[in-house]
């Protein structure tokens, strides 16, 4: 069995699948900045208690699976969403969605993934995927990552979908549950919600560690990490900030360049200057980032090392902040016509 | 980024897929472009994994010195923690923290190394010596 069904690659996992399965459902307008942009795809924090794979906790982009939903939501469309305790039904369920011609989104874990390159498979359990059909025993895969689509045997796809761990997906499996026509007008409304959310997370929240005061926190904390743990250690750290900033799925610049392609198409929606304005300052933004993972790499690769090269990041990371503050103000004052 | 500053320095992703990156043209209009791989992220890749074996050398050294059991040498090299492998043998943390020592992994029973040789993936006899796991 095979759903008719069109592979689209994208930068990010949970963007494609959302821009995918939504198109599928014949919101041909979706697009994945748009579907980023809606769901108030764009975050920052850094959790310093915290380590993931003995490295700094950092985050771009806002906790996995909101931006499927906000956006669904924002567009009026019901979600069916799934988890399993048992692999049969978890298995048995799937068969039936792709029986029915539902293309369908899991989440999976990276480590047991085989088409992916060694290097890049770490016990991460929130990344996503589209089934899209059976043959025999090998599952149709469409990963928005991937330039073509590619398969799974039914014992690799159970193997990623119940990977342990934190985030563990649980055989989790989602799709939008009723095929809905969107008008412009719903994008328009969607894009203002979206919007005024992601100002609310990047500069609204209390506390030190989220959204604008977050990447300044980060910067401070940088300047003082090469007398705190080595030179070594420190070049790990930030070996892994650059990793969570650049790596597949980003876009580049830390999901910066996806949200100012996301303000630019919102110009087709809201005719406004601004929205152009507003939109270069990410690109900024997302080039200034691209220059700390461009210094950190001097310092992993050993060719930098000084307390003066550690300050160049803290230097930029306050930058960055200036800048995306004014960018989130900007995003905050506009008048919306509805 | 500019498109002509997109990044086409071949990585380990590249050789399997390239990757969307959104780039503005001079007057800062958005489209896509994909990318082969940037030597920067490469590295940072790399500066992960030299860290990984690192961690495998000296874990199998502590291993060698009775200070530790082999379990530590196969959560290294599956890049596994505590959580992680109590998540996927389904002991509690604290079981797997104390099977972390020689004394009590020498008295562990055959169904409890069974557990831990399927999700390191090595046969049980392995799982005790570390052989054929010489790095």
Redo the contacts between chains.
């Keep these: 069995m095979k759903v008719n069904f069109e592979h689209l690659?994208?930068?990010h996992c949970e963007n494609g699948v959302t821009t995918s399965l939504l198109r599928h459902n014949g919101v041909e307008k979706i697009t994945e900045?748009l579907a980023f942009g809606i769901g108030s795809g764009l975050f920052f924090v850094y959790i310093p208690f915290w380590k993931i794979?003995?490295?700094p906790a950092v985050a771009f982009r806002t906790r996995p699976g909101l931006i499927f939903k906000r956006t669904c939501k924002s567009l009026g469309i019901p979600v069916t969403r799934k988890k399993f305790s048992s692999k049969e039904e978890a298995a048995r369920i799937l068969d039936d969605c792709l029986r029915a011609g539902i293309p369908v989104g899991c989440q999976v874990g990276v480590?047991y993934l085989t088409?992916?390159?060694?290097?890049?498979r770490?016990?991460f359990n929130a990344h996503n995927l589209i089934v899209f059909g059976k043959e025999d025993d090998q599952y149709l895969i469409s990963d928005p990552?991937?330039?073509?689509a590619t398969s799974l045997s039914s014992y690799e796809l159970e193997r990623v979908r119940f990977a342990?761990?934190?985030l563990?997906p649980k055989g989790q499996l989602y799709f939008p549950s009723e095929k809905k026509t969107v008008t412009d007008d719903q994008i328009r409304e969607a894009i203002v919600t979206g919007i005024k959310r992601n100002v609310r997370d990047m500069l609204r929240i209390p506390g030190n560690i989220a959204g604008v005061k977050g990447i300044r926190f980060l910067g401070n904390r940088i300047r003082k990490w090469r007398d705190k743990m080595g030179q070594q250690k420190a070049?790990?750290y930030?070996?892994?900030l650059?990793?969570m900033q650049?790596?597949?799925g980003t876009?580049?610049?830390g999901f910066r360049?996806?949200y100012?392609?996301f303000l630019?198409q919102a110009l087709a929606y809201h005719p406004m200057d601004e929205l152009?304005n507003i939109?270069?300052q990410f690109?900024r933004s997302?080039?200034l980032w691209?220059n700390v993972?461009?210094q950190?790499?001097g310092i992993?690769?050993g060719r930098l090392g000084s307390q003066q090269d550690f300050d160049v990041i803290g230097d930029l990371l306050n930058e960055i902040a200036e800048l995306e503050r004014n960018a989130f103000e900007g995003l905050s004052k506009i008048k919306w016509h509805s | 980024?500019k498109k002509e500053d997109t990044p086409q320095d071949l990585g380990?992703?590249g050789?399997?897929?390239?990757?969307?990156?959104?780039?503005?043209d001079d007057s800062?209009?958005?489209s896509?472009d994909?990318?082969n791989g940037?030597?920067?992220?490469s590295?940072?890749?790399d500066?992960?994994?030299d860290?990984i074996a690192a961690r495998v050398a000296s874990a199998r050294q502590k291993v060698l010195n009775q200070e530790a059991s082999p379990l530590l040498y196969f959560m290294e090299v599956k890049?596994?923690d505590i959580?992680?492998v109590a998540?996927?043998t389904g002991f509690w943390k604290w079981q797997v923290k104390k099977h972390l020592k020689p004394a009590v992994f020498k008295k562990l029973s055959d169904r409890k190394l069974k557990k831990y040789a399927e999700i390191f993936e090595v046969p049980v006899e392995d799982l005790k010596t570390m052989k054929g796991h010489e790095g």
Aim: charged share 20%; net charge positive; hydrophobic share 40%.
């Design positions: 690659q994208a930068a900045p794979n003995n490295g480590y088409y992916f390159p060694k290097e890049y770490f016990h990552v991937m330039e073509q342990r761990g934190p563990a070049g790990l930030l070996a892994q650059v990793r650049e790596e597949i876009g580049g610049g360049f996806i100012g392609a630019q152009m939109s270069k690109t997302g080039d691209r993972a461009i950190s790499a992993y690769k | 980024m380990p992703l050789k399997i897929t390239k990757e969307v990156c959104y780039v503005v800062g209009n958005y896509t994909l990318s940037w030597e920067v992220k590295k940072a890749l500066a992960a994994w860290d890049l596994m959580p992680i998540a996927y």
